[in-house]
C-alpha cells in the first residue's frame, strides 16, 4: 500500500505564512502527479496546486502568486508554501499523488490521498 502523511498545518493570522508538506511511503515504483486540494466547511473539495514528476506546475485562481508546490522526488515528498495567507484560505489540505506498483504481476497506477491538515487563518 502507499501512505501520505501531510504535516505544517496550524493557526496563523492574516498575511502569514505556512508551509505545508506530505511524505509519500509505501510499496510503489514511482510518483507520477502530485497535488494538493483542500476542503473548507459546507464546501466541496477543491483542487489547489499540481505538479508532475517532471516539475510541471499549475495553480487555482484563487492562490496564483501566493503558494507554491514543489516536489523533493529523492524524499518522496511534495510542499505547498503559502505566503499573504486569508481568512478564506482555511480549510483541511490533503495531498493527493499518482503511484505505479506491481499488483501481483500487473504494473496499476492508482491515487492515494493522505488524512489531511488543518489550516486556518485568523483575520
Known amino acids: 500500500q502507499v501512505q501520505l502523511v501531510e504535516s505544517g498545518g496550524g493557526l496563523v493570522q492574516a498575511g502569514g505564512s505556512l508551509r505545508l508538506s506530505c511524505a509519500i511511503s509505501?510499496?510503489?515504483?514511482?510518483?507520477?502527479?502530485m497535488a494538493w486540494h483542500r476542503q473548507a466547511p459546507g464546501k466541496q473539495r477543491e483542487l489547489v496546486a499540481t505538479i508532475t514528476n517532471g516539475g510541471s506546475t499549475n495553480y487555482a485562481d484563487s492562490v496564483k502568486g501566493r503558494f507554491t508546490v514543489s516536489r523533493d522526488n529523492a524524499k518522496n515528498t511534495v510542499y505547498l508554501q503559502m505566503n499573504s495567507l486569508k481568512p478564506e484560505d482555511t480549510a483541511v489540505y490533503y495531498c493527493?499523488?499518482?503511484?505505479?506498483?506491481?499488483?501481483?504481476?500487473?504494473?496499476?497506477?492508482?491515487?492515494?490521498w493522505g488524512q489531511g491538515t488543518q489550516v486556518t487563518v485568523s483575520s
Open positions: 493527493y499523488c499518482d503511484a505505479n506498483r506491481f499488483v501481483g504481476v500487473r504494473y496499476t497506477t492508482s491515487g492515494y
Open positions: 509505501g510499496r510503489f515504483s514511482s510518483i507520477n502527479f
